[in-house]
């Protein structure tokens, strides 16, 4: 039997119950807090997912899903599972024209991991805040320098999390990435 409340990686972020995207069920909670590793992306056309993911790399014999997991995570790809649980999202910071942007920073493409969720106290602390119904968003910040990293010509590169319950929201401090402008940034910039 499949989950009625799972999206396909290619559907919109609305929630059919609701028409909220972010929006959380049981089983998004389930798989957020089993999981091996957590992807956060935000894409330049501004739709944005979290990816829980169970992986087999860290494993040294073959491993064999079971029927929990496989409904938890029923994405496939190679040897490991997914479940994409889509949500808003909102980058800003300085551009790449040097401006600031506090809304929508121009084809921005925003990605961090967590590759051992299980062992990253602050993940687990957020999952275990997580109830059924919260909406969640993620909120990136590009170049949230001070003066010593621009002197070194570095940037710092930041990932929130929100979480709404009802009239009452939250902010958790996920990631933070400190390195040279390259590829290799939390946020970077895609084709105009």
């Given at each position: 039997m499949t989950d009625p409340h799972h999206t396909e990686p290619?559907?919109?972020?609305i929630d059919t119950d609701t028409g909220e995207c972010g929006r959380?069920?049981?089983?998004?909670i389930q798989a957020?807090?089993?999981?091996?590793?957590?992807?956060?992306?935000?894409?330049?056309?501004?739709?944005?997912?979290i990816d829980a993911l169970?992986?087999?790399?860290?494993?040294?014999?073959?491993?064999?899903?079971?029927?929990?997991?496989?409904?938890?995570?029923?994405?496939?790809?190679?040897a490991d599972r997914r479940r994409r649980i889509p949500v808003t999202a909102a980058v800003v910071g300085f551009g790449q024209d040097g401006r600031w942007y506090e809304r929508g920073l121009p084809a921005a493409i925003?990605?961090?991991?967590i590759h051992a969720a299980g062992l990253d106290d602050v993940w687990c602390s957020i999952v275990g805040f997580l109830r059924t119904g919260d909406v969640l968003?993620?909120?990136?910040?590009?170049?949230?320098?001070?003066?010593?990293?621009?002197?070194?010509?570095?940037?710092?590169?930041?990932?929130?999390?929100?979480?709404?319950?009802?009239?009452r929201g939250w902010t958790f401090l996920v990631d933070i990435a400190t390195?040279?402008?390259?590829?290799?940034r939390m946020i970077r910039w895609g084709p105009a």
């Open positions: 290619d559907q919109t972020c959380l069920h049981t089983t998004d957020l807090r089993r999981a091996d590793s957590v992807c956060f992306h935000t894409l330049p056309d501004g739709s944005a997912h169970l992986t087999t790399w860290a494993h040294p014999t073959p491993r064999i899903f079971t029927t929990a997991e496989q409904r938890l995570f029923p994405d496939t790809g190679h925003a990605f961090a991991m968003s993620l909120r990136w910040r590009a170049g949230n320098n001070n003066q010593y990293l621009r002197e070194a010509d570095l940037h710092r590169d930041e990932l929130r999390l929100a979480i709404r319950r009802g009239q390195g040279p402008d390259n590829t290799a």
